[in-house]
């Protein structure tokens, strides 16, 4: 069966003047454009397509790949402005995808951009963008576990840090005082599960915590001591910027790191680097 909104691993039943008619199960037969036939494409073999709504109304598939797919949430640009019907969005297909004015939370204007939550609509069975973030998360019980590595969306900043989407499905803050530098709404990275806290929160770093973090991070140091003769420019005091570029690690980590190596009697720490103890004085 087709499903609505995400990619499917379609038959093709038939070929047709205006291209291949796919097996859509419940759904009868889809027709994918000829302009979309893959190389090599013939009755009987299966394609990967994605199914959504023409701008008649009626199913069609497509090889092409949306910006967001039902079920997940993205960044995208305001294209149009309709005061009677909604937003339009630009989601990487011909077809715009429109949010209806009932699921505009804020105002905008064409050239705008939003994070929006891709849905399928109950009652008219269309795809549609919706920007009530809040009624999309965290409507399941919290999967994670602490130093879990989740994929995260950056959904806006507090005073504390900034707001984040995790796996499509929760929301997350990533503290202001743990990160390099600033993060852009829109963005989407690789971050972890901090904390789980009694009230259901869930706190996010950019690093993985604890001796899961400094272990791999410790050798990692030694690694670029042995590359560098001995010797790296990164210290207590090196910016956070620095830091993050030389290693893909917070400050915070960095410091934990060779703190743990200095006990170790592993390396030097000195006003100008940290250095291997058998390597010479710069």
Known sequence: MAFIGRRNLLPIL??????????????GEILLPGRYSPPGASVGSKVDV????????RLVATTETPLAMVGEF????????????GVFFDWGLAKDLLLPLRELATPVRPGDW???RVALDTKTDRIIASARLSRWLNRTPVPYTEGQRVRLLVSGDTPLGYNAIIENAHSGLLYRSEL??????GETLDG????LRPDGKIDLSLDRAGFHRIAPLTDQILAALKAADGH???HDNSSPADIRAAHGVSKKAFKQAIGSLYRDRKIVIEPTGIRIPDAPKR
Not at 14 to 27: C, I, K
Not at 50 to 57: I, K, L, N
Not at 74 to 85: F, G, H, T
């Open 50 to 57: 994605f199914v959504y709504r023409d701008s008649e109304d």
């Open 74 to 85: 993205a960044y995208l640009r305001v294209i149009s402005v309709n005061p009677r019907i």
């Open 180 to 185: 390099a530098g600033s993060l852009a709404t």
């Open 114 to 116: 939003r994070i929006v």
């Open 232 to 234: 790296l420019p990164l």
């Open 192 to 195: 972890y599960v901090r904390a």
């Open 14 to 27: 038939r070929w047709a003047t205006p291209g291949f008619y796919l097996d859509g199960g419940v759904h």
